[in-house]
Nanobody
Framework: QVQLVESGGGLVQPGGSLRLSCAAS????????IGWFRQAPGKEREGVSC????????DYGDSVKGRFTISRDNVKNTMYLQMNRLKSEDTAVYYC??????????????WGQGTQVTVSS
């Protein structure tokens, strides 16, 4: 069973940057990588990014491509999400999660408690 703990959320102005962290421990299900999804009030879950543990392939959601960057430190068992040029529509609770993307469909097996990101002036 994997444990995921997010940190780094907060309030930021439009155009600003924020970096989220995720500390991971335990084992991840075969076939799943690690990444992020977000959920805003009244909206469906949206895949943000996912790293495939087998080949290192990285997927990004269309709305964050070119602005967000996912990375990981295998020594520290920590994953990061660098978010640049933030927009008000990026406001959501961000969850660190085990993930996979198959034919463009996102699937999440486990996730942490979430961290709030609010983009507002």
């Amino acid at each position: 069973q994997v444990q995921l703990v997010e940190s780094g959320g907060g309030l930021v102005q439009p155009g600003g940057s924020l970096r989220l962290s995720c500390a991971a421990s335990g084992s991840i299900l075969d076939g799943y990588g690690i990444g992020w999804f977000r959920q805003a009030p009244g909206k469906e879950r949206e895949g943000v990014s996912c790293i495939d543990r087998r080949d290192g392939r990285i997927d990004y959601g269309d709305s964050v491509k070119g602005r967000f960057t996912i990375s990981r430190d295998n020594v520290k068992n920590t994953m990061y999400l660098q978010m640049n040029r933030l927009k008000s529509e990026d406001t959501a609770v961000y969850y660190c999660a085990t993930c996979r993307v198959v034919v463009g469909l996102w699937d999440f097996a486990s996730w942490g408690q979430g961290t709030q990101v609010t983009v507002s002036s």
